[in-house]
């Protein structure tokens, strides 16, 4: 969080972030329906203008949403629960959500108040708040990027995958 955003843009982890989702959209069928977004406390979706509407996969759509991510400085702490609202905002509900993240969030709804540090209890907690607001019935999909010092992550989004029916992975260093 010191550095400065051209050195944050460059690091070994967001550049292997970029490069899954990268990896990802290449794997959407021309046509369908998607949506992108990229969040820290707020999500924000990747093509100017649509946020809460689907978006018809095509090349141009999808080069645009990797150009802007490319850009995304990663900062901030990370809402979940907002993403997870975000998601449940689109009509009709997604089939599948794919979640690329480094670990547990660190905020809720709201910035906190008071306390600034959050330790592994509050980000479990965080996590079990932003689960509450996933839309019903939709499989949750996680790609946990290679990351250290959250040792509840792999145990709780696999738990997640489990209950919606989606999946967990976590590449390794050198992937994609």
Same mark, same amino acid.
């Given at each position: !969080? ?21 990896? /990802?959209? &290449?794997? /959407? ?11 820290? #406390? ?13 978006? &018809? ?12 991510? !490319? ?11 907002? @993403? ?14 794919? /979640?690329? #993240?480094?670990? /547990?969030?660190?905020?809720? @709804? ?19 708040? @932003? ?29 997640? @995958? ?15």
């Amino acid at each position: !969080r010191h550095l400065a955003d051209s050195v944050k843009l460059r690091t070994e982890k967001w550049r292997q972030t970029v490069a899954t989702v990268d990896w /990802l959209t &290449t794997q /959407l069928q021309p046509g369908v329906q998607a949506q992108f977004y990229v969040f820290n #406390t707020q999500p924000k979706p990747l093509v100017a203008g649509s946020m809460d509407k689907w978006l &018809t996969v095509e090349a141009k759509t999808v080069a645009g949403a990797l150009e802007q991510l !490319r850009k995304t400085v990663p900062a901030d702490g990370t809402s979940l629960e907002n @993403a997870f609202a975000a998601a449940g905002r689109l009509q009709p509900a997604p089939d599948l959500i794919v /979640l690329v #993240t480094v670990g /547990l969030p660190t905020q809720g @709804a709201n910035p906190p108040l008071l306390k600034k540090v959050v330790d592994g209890d509050d980000r479990m907690k965080l996590f079990e708040k @932003a689960v509450k607001v996933l839309p019903r019935r939709v499989p949750v999909s996680t790609v946990l990027m290679p990351m250290e010092g959250d040792p509840q992550a792999p145990f709780l989004f696999w738990r997640l @995958a489990n209950a919606t029916g989606g999946g967990v992975m976590s590449p390794a260093k050198d992937w994609p």
